[in-house]
């Protein structure tokens, strides 16, 4: 699986899964094939935050961040727009802390839903990844949410 730690998720999740357990993970990973940059590298009925909680059972995992660049993160727009953080996840106690910190950041956060979401969060992370690399768009723009 790659992502935010290309190719070494699963060593990640092997060599500290005993201090995981009972801890609440946020995924940021986009788990594109770096090699060519043309798709996912996880099943289709699936995401890598599904992988990342399937390993670590006694955690919950929280999908969020992927969407979003460095830039855009720091400094809080894409374009005109505030930046938006999409969290998915199925403990509502830990998304709603992880929506506060966000907001307490000073960025906007919307709660995408459940843990099954993760899949289109990775979706829009692997194109929006594309466009960039493909410079059809800048490292500092991105997706932005209109309310």
């Given at each position: 699986?790659?992502?935010?730690?290309?190719?070494?998720?699963?060593?990640?999740?092997?060599?500290?899964?005993?201090?995981?357990?009972?801890?609440?993970?946020?995924?940021?990973?986009?788990?594109?094939?770096?090699?060519?940059?043309?798709?996912?590298?996880?099943?289709?009925?699936?995401?890598?935050a599904?992988?990342?909680?399937?390993?670590?059972?006694?955690?919950?995992?929280?999908?969020?961040?992927?969407?979003?660049?460095?830039?855009?993160?720091?400094?809080?727009?894409v374009?005109?727009?505030?930046?938006?953080?999409?969290?998915?996840?199925?403990d509502?106690?830990a998304?709603?802390?992880?929506?506060?910190?966000?907001?307490?950041?000073?960025?906007?956060?919307?709660?995408?839903?459940?843990?099954?979401?993760?899949?289109?969060?990775?979706?829009?992370?692997?194109?929006q990844?594309?466009?960039?690399?493909?410079?059809?768009?800048?490292?500092?723009?991105?997706?932005?949410?209109?309310?």
């Amino acid at each position: 699986m790659a992502g935010a730690v290309p190719g070494a998720v699963a060593e990640i999740l092997d060599a500290h899964a005993e201090q995981l357990a009972g801890k609440v993970v946020v995924d940021i990973t986009n788990p594109l094939d770096f090699s060519t940059f043309d798709s996912l590298v996880v099943p289709a009925d699936s995401s890598a935050a599904a992988q990342i909680q399937a390993a670590l059972p006694t955690a919950t995992v929280l999908k969020a961040f992927n969407t979003t660049f460095a830039a855009t993160l720091a400094s809080g727009t894409v374009g005109a727009l505030p930046t938006t953080v999409l969290v998915a996840g199925d403990d509502d106690a830990a998304k709603q802390t992880l929506l506060g910190l966000v907001r307490e950041g000073g960025l906007e956060a919307v709660d995408a839903g459940a843990l099954s979401r993760a899949r289109e969060l990775e979706a829009i992370g692997f194109l929006q990844l594309t466009l960039a690399a493909g410079e059809k768009i800048s490292w500092t723009a991105g997706f932005g949410l209109a309310r």
